[in-house]
């Protein structure tokens, strides 16, 4: 007996393609006073539900890998808008999988639902794709799951996206001694001699090699399993080899079909395991890996290298209180701790929670037959899935049935027919894009071409049959169609670009080419084809240019020198036995200069500013969002005071501003007379006579950041792409606002502006115009709503960004630097002038005296600068 699950909202996850879900009865799951109590709550079951439905459409049969990065792509678009839809908690990614792969992922740090009120926290580590391959490649072996996990707040394990070694028994081999720094003849020795206590059998040589040839191994296959699997053979026991399967056979462990899991995988995979084993039952080891040390065969082989992390990696692991051992504080866990699963989970209460996406042999029912994966009903619009849930020590697994898109238009035909309507066209199209949405690509296109039959057709409505055709034909060829060439995925999406109907489906397939060629680029870029990569990214830019594409040009174009930076910056740690020390910084930007200027010959840097971008890449690595964009905004002053000031004016700024002695000034001001302007800040390094001590003080300066920013404590990742995730997530927080959950969070609107802002002044400096201007409006927009939005000092502090943000682009652009100024004027008056002031922010003038004297200095500055640029003009 199935009932509608009335948790689920397609509108607020923002889904027009499935409409409703329907669980059996006896699994509705309810909720009784008050907290989390995620164990009784339907709705997540709906994250790997949803994912697992909307992985249809990338069911693939040529093998194409680009259909992995489309689905994992999806996943994560699809998890923001359900999280966020979520107004019962705060949540917040705890761990997950795609740093180390560079994959679309949740950042760790990601926090979602409701922004402020009394609710409670929760922690989340999704897995993306178990066994991916099998998504695009019918006759893979195993299945393929999408799995997350969930506790309440700092119940799940905090850590990077690493590797670590592992072991993973059940309840037959519990309190064996079985522990990942042993090898594995000890392992397995242990685990047979406790067989044979548990037996009361005689523990001799016979009997242990004789229990070891009946157990079942578990290895990943890799490369750097070589002589784990070597040695498994020879031991006699009976080697059961997976290509992608790091999670799933934990279940085949509880069954007792499994002995042991062995070998490196990711820490994600490990976490969900852990929730498995402490709610069913087990026993399970981990220990994080140095990166190279995890994939190198020879390093893996001896512990001793299991301590070798890079200062990168070391600087990473700090932000998660894992330090080196020896020189842990308070609060701190040395990296060589060996996890076990209840620290892995140690929250009350976890949940597990997956959805079968194609069958595997190791997610059984209690009958022992395999769970089905997704599957569509053509006729009626219905998809099953198999849902796994274990919570309270206990696993079930359920059919979930949503209804789609498919099936309220297949009825309204129907109703149509019966009454002798004739159907309509759009009603055709409505339906062939909603079958193209669940990988029905066939039946699509038949209900577009039966729409552009239709008598008394205009001629819009037939370019939008064609246009809407060809980009079905496009996902259609992604998906069925035996590849020649790479050029050939996209054939039809740019058919689509050429047709030039600029509607949403032209946007589709505009997105489409630049992932198309992204992905092509990712592929060159890792087989270190690196000419090929640039000219795949160039022609991703040119159809959908976005920070995220820049940054990889970048790192391309500066590859070397980043490598040589970081081996220098790596050697002086070693040998500072990697403690940090208060001239560090000071050292980095040296080695950052040097490093720099050495190779500027030999640099091909397509931005305009390529120190600025090495400097943000290498000396600012790491740092926080809101102190980067001081420190940049710092230098940009710097700059163009230096190359538009007389010597006078620059002293004066180089004193109070950067408190530079006399004789650094009189440097500075030497080499500008014989080389007339700076090309750079960087450039300063070739200025005679200036100490790492003075260049420290001109591109360190000490700095005060204010900031309203709640990145700042997410350690997340800025570009554009978190950028569209805040708005999506702003844009939920309004419709909640709507209904009444919860009051709007000023400090969300802020860090909103101070994002699309950092986003704009990078964007300057790679040099694209058109979008610094697009997302400097964007931050003016976003301040602007604050101010009509809110009351008390976040408004005041808003209108002080505003004048803020118009000197900067004044200084940015010379050709509009009288507009800007006179604007930034306008600005920082609305603060100062009382009768203003008073009516746009009420009578808060006596908390706000600070802002009302540092506008008021703007105002003076602006005022004496404007001067001679109006002399002029007159």
Not at 408 to 429: H, T
Request: with cysteine; hydrophobic share 35%; glycine share 6%.
């Amino acid at each position: 007996m199935f009932i509608k699950d009335t948790c689920f909202d397609s509108k607020k996850i923002d889904d027009h393609y499935i409409i409703d879900a329907y669980i059996p009865e006896e699994h509705n799951l309810k909720i009784s006073g008050e907290g989390l109590q995620l164990a009784n709550r339907n709705e997540l079951r709906h994250p790997v539900g949803v994912v697992a439905a909307r992985s249809l459409r990338y069911f693939s049969t040529n093998g194409e890998d680009f259909n992995i990065f489309r689905i994992r792509d999806m996943v994560v678009w699809r998890l923001r808008h359900i999280y966020n839809s979520f107004n019962w908690w705060n949540a917040y990614v705890v761990n997950a999988e795609g740093e180390r792969k560079y994959m679309p992922m949740l950042y760790i740090g990601e926090k979602f639902g409701t922004v402020t009120g009394n609710v409670d926290e929760a922690d989340i580590v999704p897995s993306a794709f178990e066994n991916d391959r099998c998504i695009v490649k019918e006759g893979c072996m195993g299945g393929a799951i999408f799995a997350i996990g969930y506790s309440e707040r700092g119940g799940l394990f905090n850590s990077p996206d690493m590797y670590g070694a592992k072991t993973i028994v059940g309840d037959k081999h519990k309190g064996a001694g079985v522990c990942v720094i042993h090898g594995i003849t000890k392992n397995l020795r242990l685990m047979a001699e406790h067989t044979l206590k548990a037996k009361g059998s005689e523990i001799s040589p016979q009997n242990i090699h004789k229990e070891i040839k009946e157990m079942k191994i578990v290895i990943l296959d890799r490369p750097r399993h070589e002589k784990l699997i070597k040695t498994v053979k020879e031991l006699g026991a009976q080697l059961i080899l997976v290509k992608d399967d790091d999670l799933t056979p934990t279940l085949a462990t509880i069954r007792n079909e499994v002995d042991l899991i062995t070998g490196v995988g990711g820490i994600p995979e490990a976490i969900l395991s852990a929730i498995i084993v402490e709610e069913l039952g087990g026993e399970m080891s981990l220990r994080i890996l140095p990166a190279d040390v995890a994939q190198n065969e020879k390093l893996l082989g001896k512990l001793n290298n299991w301590e070798l992390f890079k200062k990168n990696e070391i600087d990473i692991l700090k932000n998660f209180k894992i330090v080196k051992p020896g020189s842990e504080k308070k609060g701190e866990i040395p990296w060589n701790t060996i996890w076990t699963s209840d620290a892995l989970s140690c929250g009350k209460a976890p949940v597990f929670t997956a959805g079968i996406i194609k069958k595997t042999p190791w997610i059984k029912f209690s009958d022992g037959k395999e769970v089905p994966g997704v599957k569509l009903d053509p006729e009626t619009g219905k998809v099953t899935v198999y849902v796994v849930r274990i919570a309270n020590n206990n696993l079930e697994i359920i059919p979930v049935i949503y209804t789609t898109a498919i099936s309220e238009c297949i009825k309204r035909c129907n109703e149509m027919e019966e009454s002798r309507e004739r159907i309509d066209g759009n009603l055709l199209i409505q339906l062939g894009e909603s079958y193209a949405e669940f990988g029905m690509f066939q039946k699509a296109k038949e209900c577009i071409q039966k729409a552009r039959i239709f008598k008394n057709s205009n001629k819009d409505f037939i370019q939008q049959c064609d246009s809407l055709y060809e980009y079905i034909e496009g996902l259609d060829d992604l998906t069925n169609k035996p590849i020649q060439t790479p050029e050939a995925l996209i054939e039809h999406f740019k058919k689509v670009c050429h047709l030039g109907r600029k509607d949403d489906i032209w946007l589709k397939s505009k997105i489409m080419i630049k992932r198309f060629f992204e992905y092509i680029g990712d592929k060159y870029y890792h087989d270190r084809q690196y000419d090929a990569a640039l000219e795949c990214y160039s022609k991703a830019l040119h159809y959908s240019p976005q920070l995220n594409l820049y940054r990889k040009v970048n790192s391309i174009q500066m590859k070397d020198i980043l490598e040589e930076y970081f081996n220098l910056t790596d050697k002086i740690y070693r040998e500072n036995h990697y403690k940090e020390s208060g001239d560090l910084e000071k050292y980095k930007l040296g080695i950052a200069l040097k490093v720099f200027y050495q190779n500027e010959g030999h640099l091909k840097s397509s931005c305009r500013q390529p120190w600025l971008i090495f400097f943000r890449r290498t000396v600012l690595h790491g740092k926080r969002p809101s102190y980067k964009l001081v420190i940049l905004i710092r230098l940009l002053r710097l700059y163009k005071k230096l190359n538009t000031a007389g010597d006078d004016e620059i002293s004066f700024f180089l004193k109070k501003e950067f408190k530079m002695t006399g004789d650094e000034i009189d440097h500075i001001l030497r080499y500008k007379g014989e080389h007339k302007r700076f090309h750079s800040v960087g450039e300063l390094y070739r200025v005679n006579g200036l100490s790492l001590e003075g260049l420290s003080k001109l591109l360190l300066p000490q700095v005060t950041v204010e900031s309203q920013n709640e990145l700042e404590d997410a350690d997340i990742p800025l570009s554009i792409s978190l950028v569209e995730v805040m708005e999506k997530r702003y844009k939920n927080m309004l419709e909640e606002l709507k209904e009444g959950h919860r009051k709007e969070a000023q400090e969300h609107s802020y860090a909103m502006a101070e994002a699309y802002h950092y986003v704009g002044l990078a964007l300057y400096d790679v040099g694209d115009d058109e979008g610094v201007k697009i997302y400097y409006e964007k931050a003016l927009v976003k301040f602007q709503e604050i101010i009509e939005k809110f009351e008390g000092i976040t408004p005041v502090h808003a209108q002080y960004r505003i004048g803020n943000l118009y000197e900067e682009l004044a200084l940015l652009y010379d050709k509009d630097l009288e507009d800007y100024n006179k604007k930034a004027i306008d600005a920082y008056t609305r603060i100062i002038d009382e009768q203003q002031s008073s009516k746009l922010f009420g009578s808060i003038r006596e908390l706000v005296s600070v802002r009302i004297k540092q506008a008021s200095e703007r105002v003076e500055c602006l005022k004496r600068k404007l001067i001679p640029v109006m002399c002029n003009a007159s």
